[in-house]
């Protein structure tokens, strides 16, 4: 003898008929808020931009890139080395940015130099005085 088992209607129908229009109000205000705070998310955008300070003061070289190997030559060079011996391996950069003050006193050099494997991305060189003074990177 073969079991049977009663036939399962099929609830999908009526299972939720509250959840679709639930779901696409849900969706409509998502949406509507988006839309109105479309011009705050513009300023919060604005705001993480460079600020223009740090545009190029002066362009050096408008067609130097840093590769791959200047980068990692140029991490192995401890701070406070003299400023010849890291141009040397960095050469002319893309631009000089404008100076800027850390320190009472100091007047610290910038020039940065855009990655040839990633050109949104630049490596500033920081010098004080004639001594490399460190790095960063910043993205555009």
């Keep these: 003898m073969v079991p049977t088992y009663p036939v399962r209607p099929d609830?999908?129908?009526?299972?939720?008929?509250?959840?679709?229009?639930?779901?696409?109000?849900?969706?409509?205000?998502?949406?509507?808020?988006?839309?109105?705070q479309r011009d705050s998310l513009k300023r919060l955008i604005a705001k993480a931009r460079p600020a223009p300070?740090?545009?190029?003061?002066?362009?050096?070289?408008s067609d130097a890139r840093l590769s791959r190997e200047q980068l990692a030559r140029l991490l192995?060079?401890?701070?406070?080395?003299?400023?010849?011996e890291v141009q040397k391996i960095l050469a002319e950069p893309y631009c000089r940015?404008?100076?800027?003050?850390?320190?009472?006193?100091?007047v610290a050099e910038r020039d940065s130099y855009p990655l040839a494997f990633d050109p949104h991305t630049h490596l500033v060189v920081l010098y004080e005085k004639e001594e490399y003074a460190g790095y960063r990177f910043r993205f555009n």
Excluded: G
């Design 11 to 36: 609830f999908s129908e009526d299972r939720a008929p509250w959840f679709k229009p639930l779901l696409a109000a849900a969706l409509m205000l998502a949406l509507t808020s988006l839309a109105l």
């Design 53 to 61: 300070a740090e545009n190029c003061q002066t362009v050096v070289r």
């Design 76 to 84: 192995t060079i401890p701070e406070r080395n003299s400023k010849v």
């Design 97 to 106: 940015l404008p100076p800027i003050q850390l320190r009472a006193e100091v």
